[in-house]
């Protein structure tokens, strides 16, 4: 069996973890900026003439934003449980744009997280209320769902993805697997 050639000599797996440290991949620049003109001391930061000699205008002007957001408080201080209202205000915008403003994204119903995986935990937390609880998750699917709920101590209720059309979700089989869990198991499917 021979070798195929491509046009690269390695792969680099992103689609979990943090990609910039494999190596190979640069750091998005602007957020970096930005972040940095925020957690900067008043006297050398937004409104420093080399800090404007150092740092793009864009960076600088959502830098100010942040900082009068944050009122004060720098990025490390302790916000409301959901995040940063103005903020979370910015991704109701972006999701409401996005979708064509059919439906307006409200940011009251919008929790920022620590990544996906704190996330996930806190959804899960919120659903599983006792050993006999149960969460449906695909089959395949990514170990983060599996690991949680059983860690939280509740039941994982799988469904098959159809692998014959691309992993698409099936709806008889997602009422096979419910019709399973909680007809015949008597688990209480939360979700």
Request: with cysteine; charged share 20%.
């Amino acid at each position: 069996a021979g070798r195929a050639k491509y046009p690269f000599d390695r792969i680099l797996f992103a689609n979990i973890g943090n990609p910039h440290a494999l190596g190979g991949v640069q750091p998005l620049t602007w957020p970096r900026q930005v972040m940095a003109l925020v957690d900067l001391p008043d006297e050398c930061g937004v409104d420093n003439a080399q800090a404007q000699q150092m740092f793009p205008p864009d960076s600088i002007a959502r830098a100010k934003d942040m900082k009068q957001q944050l009122d004060g408080h720098g990025s490390g201080a302790y916000t409301h449980s959901k995040g940063v209202q103005a903020f979370r205000q910015d991704v109701a915008n972006f999701i409401t744009t996005r979708d064509g403003g059919v439906v307006p994204s409200n940011p009251d119903d919008i929790f920022l997280t620590n990544g996906a995986s704190s996330g996930i935990e806190m959804i899960l937390k919120a659903l599983i209320a006792n050993p006999n609880s149960g969460v449906m998750i695909p089959v395949p699917q990514y170990p983060i769902y599996s690991a949680t709920i059983t860690l939280l101590q509740g039941k994982c209720v799988g469904y098959r993805l159809d692998e014959e059309n691309g992993w698409a979700l099936n709806a008889k089989e997602l009422e096979r697997s419910y019709q399973e869990a909680a007809v015949q198991q008597g688990v209480d499917v939360r979700a």
